[in-house]
């Protein structure tokens, strides 16, 4: 009979929503529904904005007698204003209650309020644990805009976790075997800076038809990682050569499935070295928005080469890496931030939560005896 010890499990995974600023929707699809309601984080919120483009992120449900705020239950914005279905409160988008159509507003009847910022166009909310205020601002920038294409950018659900999307800035090896890349080689050691992580490394794509190479792109990316739920990368193609920036953008919605939506936007392509598929021929103003398409679909294809997997795998707490792995553990050490214990004791992740939790318990069982 064996008598070999079995290991403990080594499987579970993080706490489901990390701390952190995450994408809820463009201002182009707020402005176009009006009235937006989803789920982040396991509860239900809504999204509007009022004459002045002051966006509103809340709780979707109203502190006066708990009506439902969403589209689908009657709720409407009028005039910038936020208008419950069930007895008319009026909410404007700071959350605070400024009418209703029989008495004066209640002063202490506010909507629970998302702190929200912006960038090119994409809305994030803050998700603090416990409440608790935004701890860094989300500065992605700047962004000169001259020349670029707008930003394309689409949504994919599937059971997931950020953290595990955000892992692929730093899991080298996964450029090569999952998506096919040539010489993926880092430029430089990863950069980690409070909450901002930075991985810069080269790599090459070689386009094949009937098994023949026909042409190699090489890019030099550099990821901008700002939390679990926003990794923007800028990407220089040298051989066309052309710029790229592209954002992959996680948000939990419930605790099992994730969003992860993907902008892409590309550089004027002035001064081609190489033919690509008849882009020369295009005025300049309509190469970078059709090279951006290509890219969009390009981007969308890898990224569900990576769901295939993201969606069915286990988070090894204690991964057995090899040399080729890169920075794995410095990328997790990094991500210990993100789960700040909720009781108030500073930056530890779930694992020396529950450690802390069965001593605890212990000495509880101990005081019994
Ligand atoms: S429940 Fe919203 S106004 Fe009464
Ligand atoms: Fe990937």
């Not at 009022?50 to 689908?72: N, Q, T």
């Amino acid at each position: 009979m064996s008598t070999r010890p079995t290991e403990p499990a080594n499987t579970s995974s993080p706490p489901p929503f990390p701390e952190g600023w995450y994408f809820l929707a463009s201002r182009r699809a707020v402005e176009k529904a009006r009235l937006i309601q989803k789920t982040w984080m396991g509860e239900s919120i809504i999204i509007w904005c009022d004459h002045d483009g002051r966006i509103c992120v809340a709780e979707s449900h109203c502190p006066h007698l708990g009506a439902d705020l969403g589209p689908e239950a009657g709720g409407r914005v009028r005039d910038g204003r936020l208008v419950c279905p069930f007895h008319g409160f009026e909410y404007d988008t700071g959350g605070q209650c400024v009418a209703t159509p029989f008495s004066a507003p209640p002063r202490a009847t506010r909507l629970r309020v998302f702190e929200t910022t912006e960038v090119l166009g994409l809305i994030f909310a803050w998700w603090g644990t416990g409440g608790r205020a935004p701890q860094w601002d989300l500065l992605l920038g700047p962004l000169d805009q001259t020349g670029w294409s707008a930003l394309s950018v689409q949504t994919l659900r599937f059971p997931g976790h950020p953290q595990e999307t955000a892992e692929n800035a730093v899991d080298l090896a996964h450029f090569r075997y999952v998506h096919g890349y040539h010489k993926v080689d880092r430029l430089e050691p990863v950069l980690v800076d409070g909450h901002y992580l930075q991985s810069r490394f080269d790599f090459a794509s070689i386009r094949r038809i009937a098994g023949l190479a026909v042409s190699t792109l090489e890019f030099t990316a550099t990821t901008h990682v700002h939390g679990l739920g926003c990794s923007f990368v800028e990407v220089r193609e040298h051989t066309i050569p052309f710029d790229m920036r592209f954002w992959v953008l996680a948000t939990p919605v419930d605790g099992r499935l994730i969003d992860v939506s993907l902008a892409t936007q590309v550089g004027e392509l002035r001064g081609l070295r190489r033919r690509v598929a008849g882009l020369g021929f295009l005025p300049l103003p309509l190469r970078a928005p059709v090279m951006n398409r290509i890219l969009a679909r390009m981007q969308k294809r890898d990224v569900l080469q990576d769901v295939t997997i993201w969606s069915r795998k286990k988070h090894r707490t204690r991964p057995r890496l090899a040399r080729s792995d890169g920075e794995i553990m410095q990328f997790r050490a990094y991500c210990r931030q993100f789960y700040p214990d909720p009781t108030g004791d500073s930056h530890n992740d779930k694992g020396d939560h529950e450690a802390r939790e069965k001593a605890r318990e212990k000495a509880r069982e101990a005081q019994r005896q």
